[in-house]
């Protein structure tokens, strides 16, 4: 009688990075009342994270998040409801009757006017105004238009300033050093995370 060898079966366990890491961002774990959220592709699972990047068209303009202005500016527009008759001198009403548009630079004259002035219309390229003309007076000039502080020292990190786009997310994976489907296309960017269900 002929004796046939058996065939030899290797299992190779597949491990859960090999697995399950090229799709999920972590893994929870329990043990007792504490609960670990371990990253699988790098990095660090962050709850209530938040960041803050410059406005597309803010940095076209600017060319880097170190040239946002910490003061801020805002232009106002009057429409037909303005009222544009004041004393010379004096700050106008601008509490009604104007278009307002956030100003992301200017040049000052040296004599109270301001030239070259650039300001946010939503996510439009950048407005002008004042171009051809320095004028100490802008309330007069381009029809009642009006430049005004409006705020100074802005940390560009609290949710209020005009050139930041807020990105908010209840759990995200943050600096993720392996690609990985629930990050993609950009998974070494913040995005929200992905935990695996075993």
Known sequence: MKVFEKPVVVLNEMLMN?????????????????????????????KDYRSFS????????????????SNHYKLYIPTATAKISYTPGAVPDLSSGYEVKNVIRFENTGTGGVKDVYYVDGSKAPGQAFLSEA????????????IQ?????????????????????????????????????????????????S
């Open 149 to 197: 502080l409006s705020q100074s020292g802005c940390t560009h990190s609290d949710g209020n300033c005009p050139w930041m786009s807020e990105t908010k997310l209840s759990l995200a994976h943050v600096g993720a050093t392996l690609p990985h489907a629930l990050g993609m296309p950009n998974w070494s960017q913040p995005h929200l995370a992905g935990q695996y269900n």
């Open 18 to 46: 090999e697995s399950i890491a090229s799709a999920c961002c972590y893994d929870q774990k329990t043990d007792g009342l504490v609960t670990t959220l371990i990253p699988l592709n790098g990095g660090t699972i962050v």
């Open 135 to 146: 004028c100490s007076d802008l309330y007069d000039y381009n029809g009642g238009a009006y």
């Open 54 to 69: 410059l406005n597309p068209v803010v940095l076209n303009l600017l060319g880097s998040y170190a040239t946002a202005p």
